[in-house]
């Protein structure tokens, strides 16, 4: 059975930096899509960011150029470096994982996704 425990969420001043983690267990996939999704107070979740297994990335357009999704392999780990943080940042932030082909784009739709961390919170105050 897929486990996957997120860490790392916090307070932030506006500007400021946080790194997401999320530690993953029990996949045996040999190719996958990992990404980061969000859910801020009273809205829906929305996607933020995958990653390949062949380490392929997208983002979306909001957070491209200050969040960068990396995952270390020997470690089963997924990050979430966030940095020039903003209010609009703040949300409880949820890590997925999926069997998916390698070299085709990652999902991004919630519904493509079926496993799910606990999620950890992420405020920044301006």
């Known amino acids: 059975q897929v486990h996957l425990v997120e860490s790392g969420g916090g307070s932030a001043q506006a500007g400021g930096s946080l790194r997401l983690s999320c530690a993953a267990s029990g996949y045996t996939y040999s190719s996958y899509c990992m990404g980061w999704f969000r859910q801020g107070p009273g809205k829906v979740r929305e996607w933020v960011a995958t990653?390949?297994?062949?380490?392929?990335?997208s983002y979306v357009d909001s957070v491209k150029g200050r969040f960068t999704i990396s995952k270390d392999n020997a470690k089963n780990t997924l990050y979430l470096q966030m940095d020039s943080l903003k209010p609009e940042d703040t949300a409880m932030y949820y890590c997925t994982i999926r069997w998916y082909p390698v070299a085709v784009l990652c999902p991004s739709q919630q519904y493509e996704y079926s496993i799910w961390g606990q999620g950890t919170h992420v405020t920044v105050s301006s």
């Open positions: 990653i390949g297994s062949d380490g392929s990335t």
